[in-house]
Antibody, heavy 119, light 110 residues
Framework: QVQLVESGGGVVQPGGSLRLSCAASGFTFNNYGIQWVRQAPGKGLEWVAFIHFDTNHQYYTDSVKGRFTMSRDDSKNTLFLQMNSLRGDDTAVYYC????????????WGQGTLVTVSS | QSALTQPRSVSGSPGQSVTISCTGTSSDVGGYNYVSWYQQHPGKAPKVMISDVTKRPSGVPDRFSASKSGNTASLTISGLQAEDEADYYCCSYAGNYIWVFGGGTKLTVL
């Protein structure tokens, strides 16, 4: 069965860095795009970033451009989100989500990993 | 990349129907037939309930239906059940591989 497992969250000081991982199984990893979506405590979902399965091109929401970088290691079925220059408003649960077969929805989600930016 | 607009909360009694609206612009909801809806129970990951404006993924009850008119999409839940109580989010493609979510609607089953 499809499984996505995020890891790497934790507490980091403002201006610091963190790298999240998303380990995938149960599907052909290099056939699907993967998204990152975050949810600040008590708030709604916010789309963060996407990496294309074929071109490896990445796309980001404006608030993280230049600070966050997605990458993928297809040999390990793992996706990464490198987060630099972290700010308080980056505090959130970060979910990775798999594109649906038509690329028109997010059909499987991980359980999320909490990132807390605080001094 | 402004969030789509949803009502903060809706409520209904068991067996009743409720509709949740999701208003965007011609650059997202109105421009593409790629609106999806997600259900999220407290402490859980979101689950897709509707994709491509109206399509129900396998396993989603047919009590859930959706539509779109212009820049506004809608999710209707008929025959409300206690387990439908959750947060619901719409999501739309906004072009150039960018997606935008709504602010979320808390559904209370009275």
């Amino acid at each position: 069965q499809v499984q996505l497992v995020e890891s790497g969250g934790g507490v980091v000081q403002p201006g610091g860095s963190l790298r999240l991982s998303c380990a995938a199984s149960g599907f052909t990893f290099n056939n699907y795009g993967i998204q990152w979506v975050r949810q600040a405590p008590g708030k709604g979902l916010e789309w963060v970033a996407f990496i294309h399965f074929d071109t490896n091109h990445q796309y980001y929401t404006d608030s993280v451009k230049g600070r966050f970088t997605m990458s993928r290691d297809d040999s390990k079925n793992t996706l990464f989100l490198q987060m630099n220059s972290l700010r308080g408003d980056d505090t959130a649960v970060y979910y990775c989500a798999k594109d649906g077969p038509e690329g028109d929805d997010f059909d499987y989600w991980g359980q999320g990993t909490l990132v807390t930016v605080s001094s | 990349q402004s969030a789509l607009t949803q009502p903060r909360s809706v409520s209904g009694s068991p067996g009743q129907s409720v509709t949740i609206s999701c208003t965007g612009t011609s650059s997202d909801v109105g421009g593409y037939n790629y609106v999806s809806w997600y259900q999220q129970h407290p402490g859980k990951a979101p689950k897709v309930m509707i994709s491509d404006v109206t399509k129900r993924p396998s396993g989603v009850p047919d009590r859930f239906s959706a539509s779109k008119s212009g820049n506004t999409a809608s999710l209707t839940i008929s025959g409300l059940q206690a387990e439908d109580e959750a947060d619901y989010y719409c999501c739309s493609y906004a072009g150039n591989y960018i997606w935008v979510f709504g602010g979320g609607t808390k559904l209370t089953v009275l």
